[in-house]
């Protein structure tokens, strides 16, 4: 069985500040990691994966979020945040046993004051 | 490409009532995926088709859901008798069979509200 904890369902930064949004996992084999960000009445949108390459992986606005086994914690970053990035942020595992279906934790919503 | 498209978008109706939605993926991917995602939630598993297969259906599905892929490519998801339990976001993702990463693309989804 898999399992995503996302720590802390809110999180606050000023524009310009790092952000940090916190992922931990549960796997009984090597998991494949996702990040989704998710606007309003919308659908999700991948920010960034991992699939067993490269532990630091980049995405898409600036994002990155570095894998580490020992801590089973996959933490999405990005340096300085921006309004935009105002939305709520979903973190995903999945494995090569179980089709692709994802296991979702229950969102951080990030606010970015001016 | 065109993206994974959703219809409708919204939908009201009364506790009682049948109600059915549909998802077309991306037109190349063969794996089609539902969930559903209530409020402050993330999006939990409902089911999922290989092509017009439907593989696996996650306890979540009572007796009420079915859902269809006829000719491998758009999806119906119908719930019968709804009850206000069942109002949420239904959100269809598709993804082409890859053991790398399974990569999934998601729908706008459709927001159903039963009063």
């Known amino acids: 069985a898999q399992s995503v904890t996302q720590l802390g369902s809110h999180v606050s930064v000023s524009e310009g500040a790092l952000v940090l949004l916190r992922c931990n996992y549960s796997?009984?084999?090597?998991?494949?990691l996702f990040w989704y960000v998710q606007y309003p009445n919308q659908g999700l949108q991948l920010l960034l994966k991992?699939?067993?390459?490269?532990?630091l992986v980049k995405g898409i606005n600036g994002f990155e979020a570095e894998f580490k086994k020992s801590e089973t914690s996959f933490h999405l970053t990005k340096p300085s945040a921006h309004m935009s990035d105002a939305a709520e942020y979903f973190c995903?595992?999945?494995?090569?046993?179980?089709?692709?279906?994802?296991?979702f934790g229950d969102g951080t919503t990030l606010t970015v004051k001016p | 490409d065109t993206g994974v498209s959703q219809n409708p978008r919204h939908k009201i109706t009364k506790r009682g009532q049948n109600v059915t939605f549909r998802c077309d993926p991306i037109?190349?991917?063969?794996?089609l995926y539902w969930y559903r995602q209530t409020l402050g939630q993330g999006p939990e598993f409902l089911t999922y088709?290989?092509?017009?297969?439907?593989?696996?259906k996650s306890r979540l599905l009572s007796d009420r859901f079915s859902a269809e892929r006829p000719k491998g490519s758009f999806s119906t998801l119908e719930i019968q008798r709804t009850e206000q339990g069942d109002s949420a976001m239904y959100l269809c993702?598709?993804?082409?069979?890859?053991?790398?990463?399974?990569?999934?693309?998601f729908g706008p989804g459709t927001r159903l509200t039963v009063t």
């Open positions: 993702a598709s993804s082409l069979e890859d053991r790398i990463t399974y990569e999934q693309y």
């Open positions: 796997s009984s084999v090597p998991p494949y």
């Open positions: 991992y699939t067993s390459a490269a532990t």
């Open positions: 995903a595992v999945s494995d090569n046993t179980n089709a692709g279906k994802s296991t």
């Open positions: 037109s190349e991917h063969n794996r």
């Open positions: 088709f290989q092509n017009e297969a439907q593989l696996e």
